[in-house]
């Protein structure tokens, strides 16, 4: 079996998700004006290498805590509406390609499944592996993480695991594909068969080019 695996942020979307998911929850009054700063120093700290997934998706997905889930099921459908017109059409045409040639494809991103899951609709992956977030009994999030966040060397964990439901080994695979922006994603860029950087941020770029990998653009 062949597979294609790809990132989600600033890699088929030129933006984070989570920031978009922020900003659409902050126009509904569902979250403080000073929610969003906040959040983008943990993003520019996940940029650098330095964030705490834990840390992050405690203060992210904690927030959210005293929704009715119903509620938030209504504003992640209505957001899922909105989200689909930001897919751009290079994005979406890479991941046809890879299905049409017969490839098992699957979205790998340190998103939480609540908002990653959204994209992965939208771009036809029905396979998506995420960051998974505890409910309580009431089924309200509880910030805490489900597991592994699906980060650094644990998107590989998340890979094996996919594949183990299926009943197949990392050795059992033909080719695998790693579509990723980020040095974050080092571990499992290394270990596909196939890695490809994109619109890489500078570490990976010079990674790339060092061991001759495919470095592309998705945004022109």
Not at 12 to 17: A, E, G, Q, Y
Not at 55 to 64: D, K, N, S
Request: net charge negative; with cysteine.
């Amino acid at each position: 079996m062949d597979i294609a695996l790809f990132d989600l942020d600033h890699t088929l979307i030129p933006f984070d998700s989570g920031s978009a998911f922020t900003r659409y929850l902050a126009s509904l009054g569902a979250l403080p004006p000073e929610f969003e700063p906040q959040y983008l120093e943990y993003c520019r700290r996940y940029a650098q290498g330095t964030v705490d997934m834990v840390q992050m998706h405690r203060f992210t997905v904690g927030a959210l805590a005293g929704h009715d889930p119903a509620i938030l099921a209504r504003w992640l459908r209505e957001f899922r509406d909105v989200i689909a017109r930001s897919i751009p059409a290079a994005s979406q045409q890479l991941v046809d390609r890879h299905r049409a040639a017969g490839q098992v494809c699957a979205l790998v991103t340190a998103t939480t499944r609540f908002v990653a899951e959204p994209f992965g609709a939208a771009l036809g992956l029905a396979d998506v592996l995420a960051t998974e977030p505890e409910r309580d009994a009431h089924g309200r999030y509880t910030g805490e993480i489900v597991g592994h966040a699906c980060f650094r060397e644990h998107k590989l964990t998340h890979v094996q695991a996919w594949l183990a439901r299926r009943g197949i080994a990392w050795s059992d695979l033909g080719r695998s594909w790693f579509y990723s922006d980020s040095i974050n994603d080092l571990p499992l860029l290394q270990a596909v068969s196939d890695p490809v950087a994109v619109d890489p941020d500078a570490r990976l770029r010079v990674h790339a080019e060092q061991q001759g990998w495919p470095v592309m653009s998705l945004r022109a």
